[in-house]
């Protein structure tokens, strides 16, 4: 079942037009990559998906419902999550209220989270619950921005470049928690550069450039494609 459906879509950020005729697609279940360098407007995809960009057109549907142009706390309630890549933590809070900030009912056809289920998938967490964020390590944000939103129970999760400025010991607990998010059935749209990392947890993949799609197809075919992986990561 198809979760998330765009088609031609354009975004803006004043006169200058980011995104062109974006189209991509996400199942229930599944990983997928959007790739890119630096600028070819993955993140832009993602906030224009969020409803976090004033001016854009085309078509964005979750659940078969068009969501473009509607509030983003309106998404966010039809269990669209989303996990920036500046890991908006709330600092003076703990680990424990952080996680409260983001709780919401249980939703039909997604999986379920507690705090306690979360501490299983997160054990560094679970060890520092009455910890504040302000006391954490990039990476411990990291997991702690991710695990909040799951709080909300999301059908569908946006993570905008996970790996980002982490040490290579939380990358690859990041690729493991992906992994554990997929088995339970969560599907997530992926931003991110680091080829190695995306191809551990993704299904299918979408390539960026000067904010068009480029490319798609299997990641494993691409990670396999040396031209491919030159031409547009420079990998």
Request: hydrophobic content about 45%; proline content about 5%; overall charge neutral.
């Amino acid at each position: 079942m198809t979760l998330l459906k765009v088609d031609a879509l354009n975004a803006y950020y004043g006169r200058a037009q980011i995104l062109f005729d974006v189209g991509f697609e996400v199942a229930r279940g599944e990983v997928v990559a959007l790739m890119g360098r630096n600028g070819a407007g993955k993140s832009t995809t993602m906030k224009a998906v969020m409803g976090l960009l004033p001016r854009i057109s085309g078509s964005i549907a979750f659940m078969g419902e068009d969501i473009a142009g509607m509030a983003p706390y309106r998404i966010a309630r039809k269990g669209l999550g989303y996990v920036p890549e500046d890991r908006r933590v709330f600092g003076d809070l703990t680990v424990m209220e952080n996680l409260d900030t983001g709780r919401q009912p249980p939703r039909e056809h997604a999986p379920s989270w507690t705090p306690e289920k979360l501490f299983r998938v997160f054990p560094n967490l679970g060890a520092m619950r009455d910890r504040r964020a302000s006391r954490m390590s990039g990476g411990e944000q990291q997991m702690l921005t991710v695990s909040r939103t799951l709080m909300g129970n999301p059908r569908l999760v946006l993570l905008d470049e996970p790996s980002e400025g982490v040490a290579p010991v939380i990358v690859e607990q990041m690729a493991d928690m992906i992994l554990e998010l997929k088995r339970e059935g969560l599907a997530i749209l992926l931003s991110e550069q680091n080829l190695h990392f995306a191809e551990l947890v993704s299904d299918r993949i979408y390539v960026l450039e000067k904010g068009q799609v480029r490319h798609s197809g299997a990641m494993h075919a691409f990670a396999r494609d040396d031209a491919a992986r030159r031409e547009f990561l420079g990998v």
